[in-house]
């Protein structure tokens, strides 16, 4: 066996896989007994950033339906979040099944209309929902805090654990986060997950082999929701500080801009793109001190120019090339030279 | 009783008429053939079959059940699989996930809840519809492509895809929509094989439309004709090829 038939084994591929994974979960809980808490506290924003992705990439990658407004549900999950905690005084985790539950109820909700809508209708439909939540959160003072917004304490490890604040908040995040990506992967990769796949390939053809397109379509969007939700969640916990300005259009528009860079339909994508997009501001500030904004859309062109299927499809293809032997044409088909079929 | 029974069925799109008052029958067992030139109704028929048209007027019987009454992503259930004129296939899925698709309705024990968690249900679920895929796979020569995407494979190949992913749904009643269509010579021998011995092995029904005519009357028991909405004959192959009516309707009249 050569080397590459080595990697093409499955059974090779299935060891190799558990071993990057170990080794991720290694560096992950080593990374915030090392780095300082300015570092931790930017990798806990990856995290967070990464499941309301994940969540829209289930909805847009995966079942082919656009959202704009996915900064909405991440505005409900962190505004129950913090109207619980700080006007009803909650313990902090026992939050997370309300928020989940209620996101969940309206992303539900959300995806009864979105039936009869498709790409570019859909998208304006929810982006008005992404632009109508803040002036809505300014209203409702009572629970929200109105413009002001609401403080909440930030939950603190027990004693007994010794964890600094960044440390516990990472750990926080890095738990969600497993179980965030855990649940997408057994789901896209099920039956349910081939229907939501088959719907956004042919919706015809997916309900004639017995796909249920309201059931799929609805509870897709509920999910997605969720996760936006509990990211939401997440986000109060680590900033201590829910306002209306918090949850604009922009964030809408930067869930699904780092969607599209890590890489439409794939569950590692929404980690990567979750990465570039917090990282670029920073970047973009070192290039250009004076407008932050025009490098950093500069910087997100070149990223779609030079990998157009994202940061996983780039990933994809060069693991592709790895694999193939060298400059032999892709395995032949059983009976593949009488196939060369067409219109005779 | 017949499995299939179509029964004066009509439709019509604003003022043309699709399909106007046909009615046949399509036995247990055997092969049925749907010929006529085109726009002559005949996939219209079958979207009314699959429930995707809902006609004007008529009945649809299949095994006794009234299948105007069921909603289209049910009738898969009841044992009536289709492949499409044009291809159906999810493109970007690989060949072994699209067959699992024509599994989904005999998956109950996965759902949105269930999924996630990979309950033992699903496990067990999966692991047993997947070696019944592969065997189907297998049986249809598809082993080697399994794992690739249905984007970019051989036409001949796609068309086995299909029959396979139809064929995962355990039907009683297959509905072919133009599978010679585009297959060279060789291949429409090997299909005509294919769906002889397919139709033993599974115990199938098959209603056929095809415009290769060797094809059509090399498998059929019976053969049923339409133009321009209307059956204008049915009857066995050596009928169907002498009914003056059919003559006319593909060569055009005497004049």
Known sequence: ????????????????????????????????????????????????????????????????????????????????????????????????????????????????????????????????????????????SGITGGAMGLNIDIPQAPAWTGLAEDQFLYLLALVAAIAAFALARNLVDSRTGRAMIAIREDELAAETMGVDLARVKTLAFAWSAMYA???????????????????????????????????????????????FLVYLPSVADDLNQAAPGIAFGALLIIAMYVFPGGIAGLARRLWGRLLAPPRAPAPATAGASTEEGGEP | MSLLEIDRVGLRFGGIVALDGVSFAVERGQICGLIGPNGAGKTTLFNCVTRHYTPDEGTITYDGRDILTVEPHEVIGLGIARTFQNLGLFELMTVRDNVLVGAHHRMTATNFVTAPLRLPGVRAEERRVRADVDALLDRLDLTAVADRPAQGLPLGTLKRVELARALASQPRLLLLDEPANGLNHAEVEELQDVVLRLREDFDLTVLVVEHHMAFVMSISDAVVCLNFGQEIASGTPDEIRQDPAVIEAYLGPDT
């Open chain 1, 1 to 140: 066996m050569t080397w590459r038939e080595r990697l093409r084994d499955p059974t090779t591929q299935r060891w190799l896989r558990i071993a990057v994974f170990v080794a991720m979960l290694g560096i992950a809980l080593w990374a915030p007994f090392y780095f300082t808490p300015f570092r931790v506290f930017q990798f806990t924003r990856v995290l967070i950033f990464a499941i309301a992705v994940l969540g829209l990439g289930l909805l847009t990658g995966f079942n082919g339906q656009i959202s704009l407004g996915h900064g909405a549900f991440f505005a409900i999950g962190a505004y129950t979040a913090a109207a619980l905690m700080e006007k009803a005084g909650w313990p902090f985790l026992l939050v997370v099944p309300v928020a989940l539950l209620i996101t969940f109820a309206l992303g539900y909700g959300v995806g009864i209309p979105a039936l009869r809508l498709h790409g570019l209708y859909l998208a304006l439909v929810t982006l008005a929902l992404a632009v109508v939540t803040p002036p809505i959160l300014k209203r409702f």
């Open chain 1, 229 to 275: 939700g509990l990211a939401g969640v997440l986000f109060t916990w680590t900033i201590g500080f829910v306002s209306p300005e918090s949850f604009t259009i922009t964030l809408s528009i930067s869930i699904l801009a780092a969607l599209v860079v890590g890489g439409l339909g794939s569950i590692w994508g929404a980690l990567l793109g979750a990465a």
